[in-house]
């Protein structure tokens, strides 16, 4: 399966809104812009609001490219609850 490039906000701690800086991954998935994902970090999976979608790999850095994670799979709704 072909991966693409997406771009994720993840919740704001202060009001539970998505936005700020938008975060890259590789989807194995389609998506498209508002669907609810989870996505791999540094501490764990978490839910995360896709913003850009197809994106070409020139629009990433070069050194950041190999560093991509990947997302697997959507977000439920009980996932949305936590």
Not at 23 to 47: C, Q, R
Request: with cysteine.
């Amino acid at each position: 399966m072909e991966k693409t490039i997406v771009g994720v906000h993840f919740k704001n701690s202060w009001n539970e809104d998505f936005g700020g800086k938008a975060y890259h991954y590789l989807s194995v998935i389609p998506l498209e812009v508002g669907d609810m994902v989870i996505a791999p970090t540094k501490n764990g999976e978490s839910i995360a609001q896709v913003c850009e979608v197809d994106m070409p790999e020139c629009m990433i850095p070069l050194d950041v490219l190999p560093k991509l994670r990947t997302i697997t799979k959507m977000a439920e709704p009980e996932d949305n609850q936590k």
